[in-house]
């Protein structure tokens, strides 16, 4: 990719990834020239699914979305956006719950580095409520969640729950 390239980061759990963020995703490569979607390594609370293993449900989900790489990082987002030299952080906004927290990080990104700017992106209204500790649950309940998540992870979070 050339120095002006347009790269963007979409960092997250995705634990497991569902409609909601592959939404997010298609938006994202319509205005990016590559979006990196990065697993998040260190976060507070413990994953069903090993960041390996998330990062294969991501790759089976996305493959037909064009200039779609997937990572996984640890420590601080604005530094790990720096080292692949990403314009922009990708952020979903589901409903005006998710604002307050979004923003506050935003204005944290901001200030630890002014040039990697923080989008927003709404996904389609049919996803707004929808969020992996919601499919979990349904889930690990015997609830169908094939409207939540692709087959595949379907699948292994069916797996998954089984043997947990």
């Known amino acids: 990719m050339s120095d002006n390239c347009k790269i963007a980061i979409y960092p997250g759990s995705f634990d497991p990834i569902t409609y909601g963020h592959i939404d997010i995703i298609k938006r994202a490569s319509i205005i990016f020239d ?3 979607v990065a697993v998040a390594k260190n ?3 413990e994953p069903l699914f090993s960041v390996e293993e998330r990062m294969v449900l991501i790759e089976n989900s996305i493959r037909e979305i064009p200039h779609i790489k997937v990572e996984s990082f ?3 987002l604005v530094d ?4 692949k030299h990403a314009n922009a952080v990708i952020r979903g906004l589901r409903a005006v719950s998710d604002f307050e927290y979004e923003l506050q990080m935003a204005l944290m990104n901001r200030k630890l580095n002014e040039s990697v700017i923080t989008v927003f992106l709404m996904p389609h209204e049919k996803y707004s409520y929808l ?7 349904v889930a690990r309940f015997g609830g169908n969640v094939d409207s939540f998540v692709p087959p595949f992870v379907q699948e292994k979070l069916l797996v998954k729950l089984r043997h947990s």
């Open 74 to 76: 640890d420590g601080l």
């Open 34 to 36: 590559e979006v990196i």
């Open 80 to 83: 790990y956006a720096s080292r």
């Open 43 to 45: 976060i507070l609370k």
């Open 131 to 137: 969020n992996s500790s919601i499919v979990k649950e």
